[in-house]
Every structure is written in structure tokens, then in C-alpha cells.
């Protein structure tokens, strides 16, 4: 009944929309439409959720890296088994919509969170809406010519965005110095699982205000025509491709204030129709800054306040009632600074409400060496904490890192505004959905429920040393890896026999999350094999998936290099049977699901203090892989949790690569170690070709010269880094090891995003 209910749904938006049955119908076609129908299922539950009449969370972020929604979605209605089973008799196959495009509307880690945020506090009722930008392109698409990353356009709608409603009636002006634009919403519906809640996310596209200037028309004035049209829409045209630095780019200010100004007033909007007063703002409303690019809303808040008719004062405490802010990255580069003369040109009324609230600063505390603007640059970090109410970073370590040092002086003038709040992922998609035969296991093992009550993992505990389930566990492992390397070949055309180990690397191609280290590592074991030096080496494969800022030097230079050294290794028939190296290409969130489940040893390397969380490492962790890290952002909390035996951890910590960058001599380590000598050598004694670039040369004299001078302690913490890697590769298959794996998945618990959601409701939004 319901099954032909259903199809007969699914035919008729085939039918109208496409003019096909649903024999004729294409991927695209069938994605549009069983997305449709799910939409028109949930709509009486998201009416009633936005309708509701209680205090509501925004969280604003420039970036949500959702990846793909349907099979999320049906999953947490309870439908996904069903549907596939429905059309499979009608001769539909599932994994059809694998062809379906990513909506990667983010970088990275930040992105990914916000993803993972929504998702769970629909799941936990917690009434969350997300606001951000519909970019028309989302983060590039990868490609390799010789080894070196291209970038192309990712045109996510390709396929049509079928999960969201254009919702012109709600429209608002954005007003710039030189011209105004319109955005207009498109409502995304977020569903929990369970399919209870339904939230929204917002997100804001840019226009011409008045549809068509008929007067220029008739001017024959083509070109304003088209001119007027490309100023407006340019703002949200493309998501900008850097996960650190901020080049202070005037579009990217103009993107900044056009969603932040729409929230805004959208949600103030929102409050006067209910026909509250708006003193009592903050009593219905609690916005997250997702870092420091949504903070423009914070002096837009403000003007629009006074407009209502509050004074400075009032105003700018119902803003701090309002606010909160999440700091995630420690890297100086990306603490956002604009220059006053550009604000103050392109949005003077902000730059004047800036300039009040620094006075209002120095009034309260005249000798506090605290600033906003400074020497000409206001610094948004500072706008944030100084006028919301609580602040966090997103690992304890990291929180740490926040108070000690980078907001060191805003720490001791107001302490009780610091909070941490540790990462999560959501466990529907990076367990349940991404790993079906571990799911399985765990609910064999200790029943259902586990989805959404994590902790309830600590049952499987007690399995780590029980043969049969140290059975189950190895033998789907191999069957992911089988599942990934087919994948593998078929995208790379490199073959990675499942029974290797597949050691990985996942995630933004950065310097500090040292990459090279991982290279040098290959190199290392290479050499040695060749050299007969390693005769128990047991067969690994190195995978690493990253995507490098287009205009990142250093970033594209480790790529290529990386990829010379797979050109390199997987061409030797002296090692084939010990060793393949395979950098995937446009590594996104759907490859990650593939990734995840598939990998024996879990990459978080980074130089200690440097990864404010992570939460790859979470999903590798959730998975049954052990990591093999430094005391970094959460992996100390991974420790914690799973017991450092059961990881497999190296290198400086925080305090020592403080003594260590004391007195730092790159090149006598080099100098003193012949076989590290002959690895960084590759970089320019012509194993490798860059083309002439000088691109690996580069890398070579980043260790040694210049500014950096090895800044991220790659030498020093080599040794320490292939003593720990070898004994983990030697550890590898063991039942101790297969029960170390096991406890992982068994600890990971604390890592769901339900959790940190909770922690962010009980102490940040009180709600
Ligand atoms: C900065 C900028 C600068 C302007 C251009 C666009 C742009 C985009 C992003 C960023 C900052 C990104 C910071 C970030 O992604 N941090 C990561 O956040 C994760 C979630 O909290 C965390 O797990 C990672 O450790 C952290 O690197």
C-alpha cells in the first residue's frame, strides 16, 4: 500500500516535470523526483517545527559541506532499505545516484562540522537553523595534469538542487555604498533521525533588485544592463577556495556582509511578525558564529536594532545577549582583519558602528590593552568576543591553546566568556550510512539504539578480545577495503590489493597537517625495501585524498611530489609486492565515506598545537582504525577515551616543540642522518621531474631556508615518526591488534556530533 503510494508519487513528478515514465527515466531525473516526493512527505512535520513558538538557535556559517542529502535523508526517515527495495523491483538500481553531484559548499573540517551540526540537532529536537550562502560553484573540482593540480568548476546543480525551495516572498535588500542587491532564500529542510524534526537551512543567493531595467533596454544600454546584473550576482558566484589564509579580498567582504545583513534582518523580520517587542530579541534567538567570516552580523544587528529605534547602549547589549563564537584555528593567517578604509567604503554604516563599539571598549576598560580596530584593521576575532557571550575552540587542547595564547588578554579581562566545546561527527552518515556491515556487527553485538545514543558503543568493549567478533570485524574490514579498491581502480585505474595495509591520509592539503612528513615516511620504506633492509615489511598501501588552495605554492608543490613518488614506486617491480602509493583525485565527502570505512591506520600528524580539532579522526576512529598521530587537538581526546595503548602516538608535543623552536637546527639533523639525507634529497638530485617549475626545490629549501626554516618540525619529528609507523605496520593482523581496533569503534562515543550539540545547547544556548 504505502510502496504503491509511493511509486505512483514518484511517477507522477517523473511524469510532470521530466515527461518520462520511470522506465525511461535518467539518474538525474529519478534523483529529482524521489527527492521530491520525500520533500512533499516531510513537509507537515518542517511546518511544524518552524511554526513552533520557543526560543530558536542560528548558526551562521559562510560554509556547509553537505555532501550528498538523499541517502541521508531517507535514511533518517526510516526509508532507505525500502526505497531501494521499491526500485529495485521496478529495476532501478540505488548506486545510480552515486552519480549524483556533491553539494560542497564548503573547505573543509569548518564546513563539515556545520554539516554535521545541523544534522544533529535535528536528530536531538534542538531547534537549529543554519544561514549561509548559496554559492552557484562550490569548492573545485580536482583534476591531475602530470602530477600537478588543475582546478575546475563544480557546478553542484547540475542536476537540479531538488532538496530546496526558492522562497522569493522572502526576499530581502542588501545595501552596499555603490549598489544595493536582493538576496533571495532557498530553504533546505534538515531532517533528524527519526524523522521527528525538521529544521531549516537557509541559504542566501545574490540578485539584481528590480528584475529587468526596461528603461537602459530601450536606451540599448546592453552592457550596464549586463553589468548591473554581473555586480550582483558576482557575490555569490563562487565559495572561495582557502581553508587558512585571508587575502582580504573586497568580494569576499561583500559575501561577508550579504549574508550576515539577509540573516539578519531575516530573522528580525521574523521576531516583529510574531509581534514580539524587540527588546526581547534575545529571549527567542541565540546565533553561533561559525568563526570569524559570519561576524559582520554582529555591528549589522546593532545598526538594525537602533533603526528599531534603541540607542547604541541598548542595542549593543541585546547583541551581546545574542552572540557566541567558535574560533577553530590557531592559524594567525586566517584571524580575519579588514582594513577600515575598505569597510568604511563599502559599508559605512557597519564601519561607524565599529568605531562605536571600540569606543564603548576603551570606556569600559580604558587601560585593558584590548582593541577591535587596530592601527587601521578592526579584527573580527576580537568583535566577536568582545560583543557575545560565550567564546570556545573546538578541542579541550585547543581551548586551552585559545586562552593561554592567541586570546591571551581578552582571556583575563573575561574568563567566564571561555568555553570548550570538543568536535563530533554525526554517526548516521559516518557509521550507519557509510559502514552498513560494521553497523551490523555493533547491532548483533549490542542491539539497536546505538545511532543516535553513542555512548551506548562502550557495550562492544567487552567484545575486543572475543575471537568471533575479532573475526567478523577483520573480515569486514577486507570486504570495505575490497569495496574501496574496485573504487580506487575504477576512478585511478591503480590496483591496491585488499589484503595490503591501506595506511591513509585524508584531508586539506596544508603544511602544518605535514603531509611531507607522510611522503618522507614512503620514501623512507622505499629505499629500504630496495636496499633489503626491510625483509618483514608487511605490505602497505598509501592513500592519501586532498585538495591544495589554488593559490598555495608549497601546498601544490607537496602534491606533486607526492605524486612523483606513486609514479615512482607503483612503476618498480622490485616493490610492487610490498608497497603502492595512490593520491586520489577530487577527494570530497562522498569519497570520504568510501575511505573511512576502508582504513587500517588513521593519518592525524600534524605539528602539535597546530590542528585545532580534527574530526577525520573521528570518523577513522568510528570505523575500527587506530590512529596513528601526535598530541593534537582531538587526539589527545581519542587517547583519552580509547586508552593511548590502543593508538599509536609520536612526535613534539605542545610544550616540547616550544623547547624544541628555541634553538631549531634543521639542517644539522639532516646533516647528521644519512638516510633522511637521501629522502630530502629526492627534492632536487633528480629522481623527480617538476618540469622545471623548481617547484620541488622549493619544497627542498622550505626545510632549510628562508622564512620557514622546517617551521612545522618535519625533521625533527621523522625519527620518532617511522619508529612508531614500523611498529604499527608490524603490529598490523594480530589479535592484539584487531582488538585495539575494535575498542576504537567501542570509545568513539564521545565523538558524536548529538553529543557536542548538547554540550554547545546545555552551556552555550541555554535552551
Ligand atoms: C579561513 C578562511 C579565510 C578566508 C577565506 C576562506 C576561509 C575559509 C576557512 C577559513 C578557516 C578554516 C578553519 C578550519 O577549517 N578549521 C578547522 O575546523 C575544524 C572544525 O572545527 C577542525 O576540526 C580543524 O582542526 C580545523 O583546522
Not at 515 to 529: D, H, V
Request: proline share 3%.
Amino acid at each position: 500500500m504505502e510502496k504503491n503510494k509511493w511509486i505512483k508519487r514518484v511517477c507522477d513528478i517523473l511524469l510532470a516535470n521530466d515527461g518520462v515514465t520511470l522506465e525511461e527515466a535518467d539518474a538525474p531525473a529519478l534523483y529529482r523526483a524521489v527527492s521530491r516526493a520525500t520533500m512533499a512527505e516531510i513537509h507537515p512535520t518542517w511546518r511544524k517545527c518552524r511554526d513552533k513558538k520557543k526560543k530558536r538557535v542560528g548558526y551562521l556559517s559562510a560554509e556547509f559541506l553537505l555532501g550528498r542529502a538523499i541517502h541521508s535523508n531517507l535514511y533518517n526517515l526510516g526509508k532507505l532499505d525500502k526505497v531501494k527495495e521499491w526500485l529495485g523491483e521496478r529495476g532501478v538500481d540505488f548506486t545510480l545516484f552515486e552519480e549524483i553531484e556533491d553539494a560542497a559548499l564548503g573547505n573543509g573540517g569548518l564546513g563539515r562540522l556545520a554539516a554535521c551540526y545541523l544534522e544533529s540537532g535535528a536528530t536531538v529536537g534542538i531547534p537549529l537553523d543554519g544561514y549561509g550562502i548559496r554559492y552557484r560553484y562550490g569548492l573545485f573540482r580536482q583534476t591531475f595534469v602530470s602530477g600537478f593540480q588543475k582546478e575546475e568548476a563544480d557546478d553542484w546543480q547540475r542536476c537540479g538542487d531538488p532538496w530546496s525551495y526558492r522562497r522569493e516572498s522572502e526576499s530581502v535588500e542588501v545595501e552596499f555604498s555603490d549598489f544595493t542587491v536582493r538576496a533571495v532564500p532557498y530553504d533546505t529542510p534538515v531532517i533528524g533521525y527519526g524523522g521527528k524534526t525538521v529544521n531549516t537551512l537557509r541559504l542566501w543567493q545574490s540578485e539584481e533588485p528590480r528584475g529587468f531595467d526596461f528603461e537602459a533596454f530601450d536606451a540599448m544600454q546592453t552592457d550596464r544592463i549586463a553589468k548591473s546584473r554581473m555586480n550582483c550576482e558576482s557575490i555569490t558566484y563562487a565559495l572561495y577556495p582557502n581553508d587558512s589564509t585571508e587575502r582580504g579580498r573586497l568580494l569576499r567582504l561583500r559575501q561577508e556582509y550579504f549574508f550576515t545583513s539577509a540573516t539578519i534582518q531575516d530573522i528580525i523580520r521574523k521576531h516583529k511578525r510574531e509581534g514580539l517587542p524587540i527588546e526581547r530579541l534575545g529571549e527567542y534567538i541565540t546565533l553561533q558564529l561559525n568563526d570569524t567570516h559570519p561576524v559582520f552580523a554582529v555591528p549589522e544587528m546593532i545598526r538594525l536594532l537602533m533603526k528599531e529605534g534603541l540607542d547604541f547602549e541598548a542595542a549593543f547589549v541585546i547583541a551581546r545577549s545574542v552572540f557566541n563564537f567558535t574560533n577553530h584555528t590557531i592559524l594567525g593567517e586566517a584571524l580575519e582583519c579588514w582594513d577600515m578604509k575598505r569597510v568604511r567604503k563599502l559599508i559605512p554604516k557597519i564601519a561607524s558602528i565599529l568605531v562605536r563599539m571600540q569606543r564603548r571598549l576603551e570606556r569600559e576598560l580604558p587601560d585593558g590593552g584590548l582593541f577591535l580596530i587596530k592601527d587601521g584593521r578592526v579584527h573580527m576575532a576580537n568583535v566577536a568576543i568582545y560583543a557575545g557571550s560565550r567564546v570556545n575552540g573546538v578541542a579541550a587542547l585547543h581551548t586551552e591553546i585559545l586562552k593561554e595564547s592567541t586570546f591571551r588578554d581578552w582571556y583575563a579581562h573575561y574568563p567566564e566568556r571561555f568555553l570548550n566545546v570538543t568536535n563530533g561527527v554525526t554517526p548516521r552518515r559516518w557509521l550507519a550510512l557509510c559502514n552498513p556491515q560494521l553497523s551490523d556487527l555493533i547491532t548483533r553485538r549490542i542491539g539497536d539504539g546505538w545511532q543516535n545514543d553513542l555512548e551506548r558503543l562502550r557495550e562492544l568493549g567487552k567484545f575486543a578480545t572475543d575471537p568471533e567478533t575479532r573475526a567478523e570485524f577483520f573480515r569486514i574490514k577486507q570486504e570495505k577495503k575490497a569495496e574501496l579498491s574496485a573504487h580506487i581502480y575504477k576512478k585511478e585505474g591503480i590496483l591496491l590489493p585488499p589484503e595490503f595495509i591501506f595506511d591513509v591520509q585524508a584531508k586539506r592539503l596544508h603544511e602544518y597537517k605535514r603531509q611531507l612528513l607522510n611522503a618522507f615516511s614512503i620514501l623512507y620504506y622505499y629505499f629500504r625495501l630496495k636496499d633489503g633492509l626491510e625483509p618483514d615489511f608487511k605490505p602497505t598501501a598509501f592513500i592519501f585524498g586532498a585538495k591544495a588552495a589554488p593559490a598555495y605554492y608549497m601546498a601544490k608543490a607537496i602534491i606533486k611530489f607526492i605524486k612523483s613518488i606513486a609514479e615512482l614506486v607503483n612503476n618498480d617491480e622490485d616493490v610492487k609486492d610490498k608497497m603502492r602509493v595512490v593520491f586520489v583525485t577530487d577527494y570530497n565527502v562522498s569519497y570520504a565515506e568510501k575511505i573511512m570505512p576502508a582504513a587500517d591506520i588513521s593519518e592525524q600528524i600534524s605539528m602539535a598545537g597546530m590542528e585545532a580539532s580534527g574530526t577525520g579522526n573521528m570518523k577513522f576512529m568510528l570505523n575500527g582504525t587506530v590512529t596513528l598521530g601526535t598530541m593534537d587537538g582531538a587526539n589527545v581526546e581519542i587517547c583519552e577515551e580509547a586508552g593511548i595503548e590502543n593508538e599509536y602516538i609520536f612526535g613534539a608535543t605542545v610544550d616540547e616543540v616550544k623547547r624544541v623552536k628555541e634553538n631549531y637546527d634543521p639542517l644539522a639533523i639532516y646533516n647528521a642522518d644519512p638516510e633522511l639525507r637521501r629522502i630530502v634529497d629526492t627534492l632536487d638530485d633528480g629522481t623527480f621531474d617538476d618540469n622545471g617549475t623548481g617547484m620541488l626545490k622549493a619544497l627542498k629549501g622550505s626545510l632549510f631556508g628562508g622564512w620557514s626554516k622546517d617551521h612545522y618540525l618535519v625533521l625533527h619529528d621523522f625519527r620518532d615518526y617511522v619508529r612508531v609507523k614500523s611498529k604499527l605496520i608490524g603490529d598490523y593482523g594480530t589479535d592484539e591488534f584487531i582488538s585495539k581496533c575494535i575498542r576504537n569503534t567501542a570509545s568513539g562515543g564521545k565523538f558524536s556530533s548529538d553529543r557536542s550539540i548538547l554540550d554547545y545547547a546545555r552551556d552555550v544556548w541555554k535552551i
